[in-house]
């Protein structure tokens, strides 16, 4: 499985960006599931931090945030092109990281996995 993340780059503070990851891999042609899709980020000297999982459960679809990103970023989800994206507005210099999306996707051959993408950098200047 692969996760591919594009959509970063530099933008002033106050604009917006939209991030996207597509999962791809021989999964795609066989019976799969895709439990759970988000976005973690990392800024220098800092450890991997949520922002945004989008998880698929019976009871009903569970979108958590965190909460300094909860009123400015929106994550949605494609299944039919296993995607997922962030819609980034607001932006702020804190925002500032490499961002990596994450996939968490059961197979009836290696049950589920959890996959990460190779990060894309966002750039917000003040």
């Known amino acids: 499985v692969q996760l591919q993340a594009f959509g970063g780059g530099l933008v002033q503070a106050g604009g917006s960006l939209r991030l996207s990851c597509a999962a791809s891999?021989?999964?795609?042609?066989?019976?799969?599931?895709?439990?759970?899709m988000g976005w973690y980020r990392q800024a220098p000297g800092d450890q991997r931090e949520l922002v945004a999982s989008?998880?698929?459960?019976?009871?009903?679809?569970?979108?958590n945030y965190a909460p300094d990103v909860k009123e400015r970023f929106t994550i949605s989800r494609d299944d039919a092109m296993n995607m997922v994206h962030l819609q980034m507005n607001s932006l702020k210099p804190q925002d500032t990281a490499v961002y990596f999306c994450?996939?968490?996707?059961?197979?009836?051959?290696?049950?589920?996995?959890?996959?990460w993408g190779q990060g894309t950098q966002v750039t917000v200047s003040s």
């Open positions: 994450t996939a968490n996707i059961c197979t009836p051959g290696t049950g589920s996995v959890s996959y």
């Open positions: 891999g021989s999964f795609s042609g066989s019976f799969y599931r895709i439990n759970s």
């Open positions: 989008h998880l698929t459960a019976a009871s009903g679809d569970r979108i």
